[in-house]
């Protein structure tokens, strides 16, 4: 939380340097990378917890990582402030659950709205660091392969923060290096930004 509030007043004080600044623009962006849920074996541990106490639970095999997708919109009050929403498919993640000497992949894939507020300190003429802190909902679906159907759930409105390096490759084009952090799942992403 320290290093955030740093960054917000490293973000007030350097946005007032910026150059170019323009007042009332939109912007659409996409991004693609790497989503990482560290806390996949949770999952596991409540079935575990849930079950018969002589009922041997095992969990192998977690696969805590997958390609993640997204779109975004953003409203720029001028080069240092905006507000921005987005949609994030988050992927897919699969551990094994083992009972007895019988075994089933227990699947879990999120998805995530997003909103924040975004602001910008420029670096140099082209790079600029941005800060993004606002609130997010995940949805999402957790299944176990060929004994249940997916059970649907639905996460309450949570805090959220991410950060980007961005390249201006024109006035209306941008290139970004994203970190987002929607709780247990991180993600690493390439992104680029279109102004209109």
Not at 42 to 47: H, L, P, Y
Not at 73 to 89: K, L, P, Q, R, T
Not at 109 to 128: C, D, K, M, N
Not at 173 to 186: N, P, S, T
Request: proline share 2%; net charge negative.
């Amino acid at each position: 939380m320290k290093a955030i509030i740093a960054l917000l007043v490293l973000i007030s004080v350097g946005g007032a340097t910026a150059q170019f600044a323009r007042a009332g623009e939109f912007s659409i962006g996409l991004m693609a990378g790497q989503a990482t849920f560290d806390e996949i074996n949770t999952i596991c541990n409540d079935v575990r917890q849930q079950g018969p106490e002589y009922f041997v639970v095992r969990c192998t095999n977690p696969d805590d990582s997958d390609s993640a997708l997204g779109i975004n919109a953003a409203f720029h009050f001028n080069d240092s402030w905006a507000i921005e929403a987005g949609y994030v498919d988050l992927g897919e993640y699969v551990t094994r659950l083992s009972v007895l000497r019988e075994s089933a992949d227990i699947t879990l894939s999120a998805e995530s709205l997003y909103l924040a507020g975004v602001g910008t300190v420029p670096l140099s003429q082209r790079f600029s660091l941005s800060g993004r802190a606002g609130v997010y909902e995940a949805r999402g679906e957790v299944g176990v392969v060929s004994a249940f159907d997916a059970v649907e759930i639905d996460g309450d409105a949570e805090f959220y923060a991410g950060a980007s390096v961005d390249f201006r490759v024109t006035d209306k084009l941008a290139l970004q290096v994203r970190y987002d952090a929607f709780d247990e799942i991180k993600l690493i992403a390439a992104g680029v930004q279109f102004r209109f």
